[in-house]
């Protein structure tokens, strides 16, 4: 995502009446914050307005991305749908507020995952210690409020187990996350809790390379791409509305239904 919330031209004010219903659809739900004005969706979703194509995609991936994951959501014992290992794109597709090539890779001896807020066992964890934990693997599609997605193979620890694991607070009412590019992200609880968020260390089976997130990154069948956190250093529980990198600009902060 190069300059997102910037329009690269002026918008044409009838473009949303081509996605009338869908946009009717999406307000209702309640997916995005306020009403759905072509300067809020250019923020959102860092598409060109001026084109009445990608704004459907957009528009369409954001709404069709809920309708899949409502049930997960609402109701525990439902997942969100996962997918054969044959449809798993490689590699995945690369996004963050800036270029690919401007990643900064981490240097996993010298990593630790911190820990924050309500939980009873702060040390610090090394790669070495998170390797050591129970692992399951989810395939699921990622949906980016781009327009665009791609179905992805992660593994690595359920967030839930891992929170149990240090004593974590699971009453709190959010999990907020610290990133080595300072793209703060946080989630709430049930979310946190549910059995496909992952805190993943590999995809498709190796290491998690440079560019998705190695060596932790957040992986969640119920939340848009944006709420997935790559470069992870810090965990914190708290009950004070945390926020995040795109909410802060004006996204919805539960992004996922
Ligand atoms: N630390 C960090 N995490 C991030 C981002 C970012 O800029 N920095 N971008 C988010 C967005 S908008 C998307 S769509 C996904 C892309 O993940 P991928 O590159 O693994 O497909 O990462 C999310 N996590
Ligand atoms: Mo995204």
């Known amino acids: 995502m190069r300059s997102p919330f910037r329009p690269r031209t002026v918008p044409d004010p009838g473009i949303l009446d081509d996605h009338r219903p869908l946009v009717r659809q999406i307000e209702r739900r309640g997916l995005l914050r306020g009403g759905l004005t072509l300067g809020a969706l250019t923020m959102l ?106 179905i992805g193979q992660w593994s690595g620890v359920p967030l839930r187990a891992f929170l149990e694991r240090v004593g974590a607070d699971l009453t709190a009412k959010y999990v907020a996350f610290k990133t080595a590019d300072n793209y703060p992200s946080s989630i709430d609880m049930p979310s946190a809790l549910h059995p496909q968020t992952l805190l993943a260390t590999r995809y498709a089976g190796a290491e998690l390379p440079d560019p998705y997130g190695y060596p932790l990154r957040l992986r969640t069948a119920v939340k848009l791409g944006f709420k997935n956190p790559k470069w992870i250093t810090a965990i914190e529980v708290t009950n004070t509305y945390p926020g995040g990198y795109w909410e802060n600009r004006g996204f919805n902060w539960f992004a996922g239904l």
């Open 45 to 150: 979703t860092g598409c060109d307005v001026t084109d009445t194509t990608a704004v459907g995609r957009a528009l369409r991936a954001v709404s069709d991305f809920n309708d899949g994951v409502q049930a997960a959501l609402f109701d525990p014992r439902k997942l969100a749908p996962e997918y054969p290992a044959s449809q798993v794109l490689k590699p995945p597709r690369f996004n963050a507020y800036y270029d690919v090539e401007d990643v900064k890779p981490i240097d996993g001896t010298a990593w630790r995952l911190e820990l924050a807020g309500p939980i009873s066992d702060k040390r610090p964890w090394t790669r070495r210690q998170i390797a050591e934990l129970p692992e399951r693997e989810i395939i699921i599609r990622h949906v980016c409020v781009e327009g665009w997605d791609y």
